[in-house]
């Protein structure tokens, strides 16, 4: 069976540092990727979405960028840590077909 | 043309009720309508699905509803419990990558 995974699950970090999230799938070939930010009691935002190795795209600009070094690997990465980056960061992943989307345990980020 | 409209944004049921949230959509493309239930801190769980080919489906004790001429789609949750309380989410997707579109979210409470 499949299973996402997420790390860290909390982190608190300074403005002005860098940030470094994990997500790694099990279970299944070249799935797409994606990540989401959801901002306290808000709705998700989806920020980068990947189809492939090294493919990625950005759903909105932002301080953040996104990485997949490998398959079943996603990284989502900041070189300096705004104050408005604090959020619930979450990772998901879907094959096709039929597109159904899984999301991983997420990681909480509060930046101070 | 993207968004997807979602209301109520929060609800209180009693205990053994019916719970129905609304979700509405503007572009005909979109061909995946999925519902995600989400508790406090953990990531979205996929709940039930639907596609514009049927009008209904029914999962337990959990309905989807789907008017394709009116753009519209519910979710029903009948007998609602208390462990049923959370925040729940409607989505839409098209085409490759399956890039979901969330609605805002409502936030059930089912009373005991």
């Known amino acids: 069976s499949q299973t996402i995974h997420q790390w860290p699950a909390t982190l608190v970090q300074p403005v002005g540092s860098p940030l470094s999230l994990e997500c790694t799938v099990e279970g299944t070939s070249n799935p797409n990727l994606y990540w989401y930010r959801q901002a306290a009691g808000r709705g998700l935002q989806l920020l980068f979405y990947?189809?492939?190795?090294?493919?990625i795209s950005s759903e909105v600009p932002q301080n953040l960028s996104a990485s997949r070094p490998q398959d079943r690997q996603f990284i989502l990465s900041s070189k300096k840590l705004l104050l408005s980056d604090s959020g619930f960061y979450l990772c998901?992943?879907?094959?096709?077909?039929?597109?159904?989307?899984?999301f991983g345990p997420g990681t909480r980020l509060t930046v101070l | 043309q993207q968004q997807v409209k979602q209301s109520p944004q929060s609800l209180i049921v009693q205990k053994g009720g019916i719970s129905i949230i609304n979700c509405a959509y503007e572009?005909?493309?979109?061909?995946?309508f999925p519902w995600y239930q989400q508790f406090p801190g953990k990531g979205p769980a996929l709940l039930i699905a639907?596609?514009?080919?049927?009008s209904e489906k029914k999962e337990g004790r959990f309905t989807i509803s789907f008017n394709k001429s009116a753009k519209q789609f519910s979710l029903h949750i009948m007998d609602s419990q208390p462990g049923d309380s959370a925040t729940y989410f409607c989505a839409a997707s098209k085409g490759k990558g399956n890039k979901l579109v969330f609605g805002a979210g409502t936030i059930l409470r089912v009373k005991s």
């Open positions: 572009n005909t493309a979109f061909d995946y």
């Open positions: 998901a992943w879907s094959v096709l077909p039929p597109g159904e989307q899984f």
């Open positions: 990947s189809v492939g190795i090294g493919q």
């Open positions: 639907i596609r514009p080919d049927v």
